[in-house]
């Protein structure tokens, strides 16, 4: 590819960033060497482990796999925006994969955050088969499969108002 760029305004978590990028480039790619957000995690760069999920316009999306270029004017969400941007305070999916042990070297975390607060978003109520089949696309190294479906499933009871 030639030595074309392309000048983007991406709005991320809710904050505007001017980027240079080449028409080629990946959101993926983009977050991460250009505007410095290295929580969403690059492992296969082919859309077969879901870690570098983050959300647009609120779905849940490969960033590995979408260009930079076509995130213009639309609504990204990552890992480093889903805390209380005032408070800290962690978002009640991030409290549960901490509390209950969620995460093991955390490669996979990233995406099945973004992945499960889409989720959320969508279906707050969702069986542990719901939770299950949206979580399909992202895969666990570690294989805790079982850990990561309680913790989105206590996660979406907390948010609902019940107790844990």
């Given at each position: ?124 109520d969702p069986s542990e088969d719901d939770v299950r089949q949206a979580l399909a696309g992202n895969l666990c190294r ?23």
């Open positions: 590819m030639s030595g074309k760029v392309t000048r983007l305004v991406l709005t991320v978590d809710g904050q505007k960033y001017e980027v240079v990028a080449r028409p080629d480039a990946t959101l993926a790619a983009v977050l991460r060497e250009d505007i410095g957000l290295t929580g969403t995690k690059v492992m296969c760069e082919g859309g077969e482990c879901g870690s570098c999920t983050v959300l647009i316009d609120g779905n849940p999306v490969l960033s590995c796999l979408t260009l930079a270029v076509e995130c213009q004017g639309r609504y990204i969400e990552t890992i480093e925006g889903l805390a209380d941007p005032i408070s800290g305070e962690l978002h009640p999916l991030q409290k549960e994969f901490v509390e209950r042990s969620g995460m093991q070297c955390g490669i996979c975390t990233p995406g099945m955050l973004m992945t499960a607060k889409a989720l959320l978003a969508e279906n707050p570690c294989g805790n499969y079982k850990r990561i479906t309680e913790c989105v499933l206590a996660a979406a009871k907390t948010m609902r108002g019940g107790e844990r």
